[in-house]
């Protein structure tokens, strides 16, 4: 158990110490951005292989029993959490270390964005959310917790980074968008087309989550239902 909040605490400080403080800034100024992100993501790799094998010898303490509708709960989210998963990471975003909106485009916001300006983090907590309901031990308390933590801090981290930078692309992309899902949209900000998804992104989520219902025994020991 100990091993496993030791990895867990070297993925935030990854995450928050490395990427989110002005050490970030000094090693972009020092190595430049690329070498930075790929540092970044090694170091982040490295440390969630760390907290998954510590996770999976760690002994499990029971501190609350999931009868079956919590068991149910990652069934019905995880669908959801693929789905925003695909959908954030294949729409061109500056909030993202992927593909990026031109400064330049008249409306950069589009699809998944429009919804929210974070898919990817509100995804992954999500994920873990639904794990942590579904499983009652300490290990995962440590594991699906630390994840959900980062996952809902990501966001105010970005965007404070982000406003740091004083990019006038990013205060427009912020003032049509939200953290909150269709708050930007209710507060007529901005607007849902459910035509920019895509119906063959939806396809790749679903068929995603029905590879993961099928192999979920033989990668992690547990039938998901």
Known sequence: M???LLATAAFLLVHVGLAST???SALVGTIGEGPYRGVFSVLSLAALVWMGFAYAGA???VLWVAGPALRAVPLVVM???LLGLVLGNSAPSPAAMGPAARGDDPEPVRGILRVTRHPGNLSI???AAAHLAANGDAASVAFFGGLLLLAAAGPALIDRRRRAGGDAAWARFEAVTSVVPFAAILAGRN???PGELGWKRVAVALALYAALIWVHPWLFGVRPY
């Open 79 to 81: 669908p959801v959490a």
């Open 22 to 24: 002005s050490l970030r």
């Open 125 to 127: 907590a999500l994920w």
């Open 59 to 61: 002994p499990r303490e």
């Open 2 to 4: 100990n091993l496993l």
């Open 191 to 193: 607007r849902f087309v």
